[in-house]
């Protein structure tokens, strides 16, 4: 199981972990890693018509269904 957080380490270097009760006890590894070094992926702007042609949608997709015939 991993579980990801993002803290702020405060001046006095402490901080204090609330851990899920899911996750089983014993121990564990922490593992620190400077936000400089966190690559984050610039996020991607969809274009109007992209997915064309992608979907197609059924000749008789207005038509009734037949489960609900007996609620109309």
């Known amino acids: ?9 405060p001046a006095d270097r402490r901080i204090t972990l609330e851990v899920p009760r899911e996750v089983p006890t014993g121990p564990v590894v922490l593992t620190f890693t400077p936000a400089s070094a966190v690559k984050t992926e ?3 702007i969809p274009v109007f018509g992209c997915a064309k042609g992608q979907f197609k ?3 008789d997709f207005d038509a009734p269904l037949e489960d609900f015939k007996d609620y109309m």
């Open 1 to 9: 199981m991993t579980i990801t957080q993002t803290i702020d380490i």
């Open 42 to 44: 610039p996020q991607k």
């Open 57 to 59: 949608m059924a000749d």
